[in-house]
């Protein structure tokens, strides 16, 4: 008999994977939130042993075809496994130039790079954005110019998470300065240690070093470096990722720093009553209602894709209110915590271990990074609404 | 009704601006503010032989003895730096507290050094516990023959890194109001001052272990033994509106520094100022940064005319001020995008600021309550006359 509810429920196959992945996280990450590390080489050595574990389950890329390293995780498997991970602040699993290897890469480009990433052996950095090219990214003006059989590359970049750690990076730059901006985009990767790629730490307001500004002066990359064909390198880079865009890792990470304060109002926090007047009750099951809806439409975005269906404002849906779910919820913690919530972690008198503190602060550039809240707008005006362009 | 600024205060606002675009640039600011103190030379001293320091000491004891309008105008133009250090605490609050409990020696012996800024003087006030108001003072001070012994810790003493002297309120008895004050020394013996790691660098533990104070340290002599909260109070209702102005002139500079990227900053072809979400930002940015402003100047104006029901107005001008402050830096930063998460840009230490004072001379929690137990007990037709 068909059936004639909706069902919110997990089967026995997700749920027998849920406790796998649960065990695997409270086992491996043993605490901290990922996305918090102010002390970044200690942050560093836990991540990278971390992913190696994760490779050794074939998690690390778990959305790969198994011929590449992968599981063929389905959509709901990747989203369960992003979930679990969010709740102990553990990191996911990774995306990008993996995926776009596999679909423009040339056959040794994939038997090179693409084994040694979903074994943890090589950590990418990722060359997009420019200091004249956020939002506006198909301007960017880092130049390409062929010389023989190779390219020389000249330019900036900036926001290069892990650059400073990373063996190679991906980089998109101008083959064609004539061309309309998005068809004069080429696709390059180069290993770091390249001569005259130099990386500079940028700092960041809560104190982490996560980001770069990447320099490149005369650097000569191969022409088999590049990934897909000279000039189509945006449309390349903007390939339709088939893996989970559901977004519920945030929402698991407000849920996950909701119950933190809860646990530690409950336990006795210095200078914090346990007692919340009424504002500071009605401000914590906001929280918690931003919390439930984020994940439900995280939820929604993962169904649709396993349904085959491509979510388009539905992932920037989540992506936007999830990011200022975040920080809302830093907000609503510093104004409950008083001056305990603004002493960093390593502070006598901190509370939480500092984590508000932190995340007061590293939330801002939540709703900046990977397509500003005003992007997503549009995406969702547009895309998902109908309306007209402005 | 006039709003504009008399000329002596265009004067103080244009004099610090000088200092501010030659004496002490954004780029140095930024550097001090990952040290501990955070007051480089010229940031104190300059102030000082400029005679910002005594604008709240009587000219008999080497001040000027300037209106709170006068001294606002002058930290809203420091905000606007935001020029770090003991500024307030020692130049602002500490006179003021002196001037309404102090006896007339302990002026002299105090006040003409703190308008030389030869000594630096705080409040310690909070404890671990953290609460404001009289029933946050819970450590006692313990008489010990003509001496009184300290134990305990003040916790978040803004300054308390660098000040020469502490202002510190303590319980001498179980009645709510029942505080004294006492100056006691920094260096004394059993006085441990830890500076905490938080956004704001300047607010400090401090650890009093079996410290021993003379009973002239009592502020106000035996007359206020217990009896120190209501002249406490009189200088907090003065103080803090200045240092509200000192977080309008914050709000002002990352709504200057918004309108001005909006018009330099381009991307797809226009400047981002074009983007109506860019605009409304820079819109709600003003609306609170006009209401901090507005409602900080009424209640300066209601102190400075002896107008009643100023605490109301203080209490009201807190809690714009403190939401509006930290709203503003919130909508600079979507203005700003990534450059304004770089600590070397110079927005964040309007954030980190901004942040810091949001719980500074009581959280908006205790304001609201303030001031809707002082609303409640106002006849209706006198809240409109005043």
Same mark, same amino acid.
């Given at each position: 008999?068909?059936?004639?509810?909706?069902?919110? %429920?997990?089967?026995?196959?997700?749920?027998?994977?849920?406790?796998?992945?649960?065990?695997?996280?409270?086992?491996?990450?043993?605490?901290?939130?990922?996305?918090?590390? %102010?002390?970044?080489? %200690?942050?560093?050595?836990?991540?990278?042993?971390?992913?190696?574990?994760m490779a050794k389950q074939g998690w690390l890329t778990m959305a790969w075809p198994k011929e590449y390293g992968g599981q063929a995780a389905s959509f709901m498997e990747q989203m369960i496994f992003a979930e679990e991970s969010a709740l102990v602040g553990a990191p996911g699993s990774q995306g990008l130039v993996g995926p776009t290897l596999m679909i423009h890469g040339t056959e040794e480009q994939k038997r090179e790079h693409l084994p040694k990433i979903a074994n943890a052996e090589t950590v990418w950095a990722q060359g997009y954005s420019e200091p004249g090219s956020g939002s506006d990214l198909a301007s960017l003006q880092t130049r390409a110019v062929r010389d023989g059989d190779e390219f020389v590359l000249n330019g900036q970049k900036i926001w290069t998470s892990g650059a400073h750690h990373a063996d190679w990076i991906h980089v998109l730059t101008r083959t064609d300065p004539d061309a309309p901006k998005h068809r004069g985009i080429s696709y390059f990767m180069a290993p770091m240690d390249t001569p005259g790629i130099t990386v500079r730490p940028l700092e960041q307001m809560h104190g982490a070093h996560g980001f770069n500004e990447t320099f490149f002066e005369d650097v000569r990359v191969p022409a088999k470096n590049m990934i897909g064909e000279e000039n189509r390198g945006w449309y390349v880079a903007t390939t339709t990722l088939d893996f989970e865009r559901s977004g519920v890792g945030r929402a698991a990470a407000v849920a996950m720093s909701l119950g933190a304060l809860l646990d530690g109002l409950a336990e006795g926090l210095e200078g914090s009553s346990a007692e919340l007047n009424g504002p500071q009750r009605h401000a914590l099951a906001e929280w918690k209602m931003e919390a439930e809806v984020g994940r439900i439409i995280g939820y929604r975005v993962a169904w649709m894709q396993s349904q085959g269906r491509v979510p388009n404002y539905e992932a920037s849906m989540s992506k936007v209110f999830n990011t200022e779910s975040t920080q809302r919820g830093a907000r609503r913690a510093i104004n409950i915590l008083g001056l305990h919530g603004a002493l960093k972690p390593q502070s006598a008198h901190s509370v939480l271990d500092g984590r508000f503190c932190q995340l007061y602060m590293s939330s801002v550039a939540r709703t900046i990074a990977a397509g500003s809240s005003e992007i997503q707008r549009n995406v969702i005006a547009t895309r998902g609404l109908g309306l007209p362009r402005g | 009704m006039d709003l504009a600024l008399t000329e002596t205060q265009q004067l103080l606002k244009s004099s610090v601006e000088d200092f501010l675009a030659r004496g002490v640039t954004r780029e140095a600011i930024i550097e001090a503010s990952t040290s501990p103190t955070r007051t480089t030379d010229p940031m104190w001293r300059t102030p000082a032989e400029l005679g910002w320091l005594g604008m709240a000491v009587p000219e008999r004891f080497g001040g000027s003895e300037a209106s709170l309008t006068d001294i606002a105008v002058l930290f809203e133009a420091l905000g606007h730096g935001p020029l770090p250090g003991p500024h307030f605490s020692s130049g602002v609050l500490s006179p003021l507290i002196l001037r309404e409990a102090a006896t007339e020696d302990q002026q002299a012996e105090f006040l003409p050094r703190i308008a030389t800024g030869d000594i630096v003087v705080t409040l310690a006030l909070t404890e671990p516990e953290w609460d404001w108001g009289a029933s946050a003072v819970q450590m006692r001070a313990d008489r010990s023959g003509d001496e009184f012994v300290l134990n305990g810790t003040k916790l978040f003493v803004f300054d308390g890194a660098v000040a020469d002297q502490l202002i510190v309120a303590v319980r001498s008895g179980d009645a709510p109001e029942a505080i004294s004050l006492l100056m006691v020394p920094a260096s004394a013996p059993g006085v441990s001052v830890r500076p905490l790691q938080g956004w704001n660098t300047s607010e400090a533990a401090v650890t009093f272990e079996g410290v021993r104070v003379p009973s002239s340290a009592l502020i106000g002599g035996s007359n206020l033994e217990g009896a120190a909260w209501a002249p406490l109070e009189r200088a907090l209702l003065q103080a803090t509106p200045v240092l509200c102005?000192?977080?309008?002139?914050?709000?002002?500079?990352?709504?200057?520094?918004?309108?001005?990227?909006?018009?330099?900053?381009?991307?797809?072809?226009?400047?981002?100022?074009?983007?109506?979400?860019?605009?409304?930002?820079?819109?709600? *940015?003003?609306?609170?940064?006009?209401?901090?402003?507005?409602?900080?100047?009424?209640?300066?104006?209601? *102190?400075?005319?002896?107008?009643?029901?100023?605490?109301?107005?203080?209490?009201?001008?807190?809690?714009?001020?403190?939401?509006?402050?930290?709203?503003?830096?919130?909508?600079?930063?979507?203005?700003?995008?990534?450059?304004?998460?770089?600590?070397?840009?110079?927005?964040?230490?309007?954030?980190?600021?901004?942040?810091?004072?949001?719980?500074?001379?009581?959280?908006?929690?205790?304001?609201?309550?303030?001031?809707?137990? *002082? *609303?409640?007990?106002?006849?209706?037709?006198?809240?409109?006359?005043?």
């Open positions: 008999m068909e059936a004639f509810t909706m069902d919110f %429920g997990w089967n026995e196959e997700e749920l027998a994977f849920r406790e796998k992945v649960r065990d695997f996280v409270h086992t491996n990450w043993g605490g901290g939130d990922i996305e918090e590390e %102010g002390d970044e080489a %200690g942050a560093w050595e836990r991540l990278r042993a971390y992913q190696k574990e | 102005a000192y977080s309008v002139g914050g709000a002002q500079a990352v709504y200057d520094m918004s309108v001005q990227y909006s018009r330099e900053r381009k991307q797809f072809g226009q400047p981002i100022g074009r983007f109506q979400f860019v605009q409304n930002h820079i819109v709600q *940015l003003v609306n609170h940064l006009d209401g901090a402003r507005w409602t900080t100047f009424e209640a300066l104006w209601k *102190l400075d005319a002896g107008r009643p029901n100023a605490d109301v107005s203080v209490h009201l001008a807190k809690l714009t001020t403190a939401e509006g402050y930290v709203q503003a830096t919130n909508y600079a930063h979507e203005v700003h995008a990534g450059v304004g998460v770089m600590h070397e840009y110079g927005l964040t230490l309007f954030t980190r600021t901004a942040r810091s004072l949001y719980h500074a001379l009581g959280g908006p929690r205790w304001h609201r309550k303030r001031l809707g137990e *002082l *609303l409640a007990a106002l006849p209706v037709e006198a809240e409109a006359a005043s």
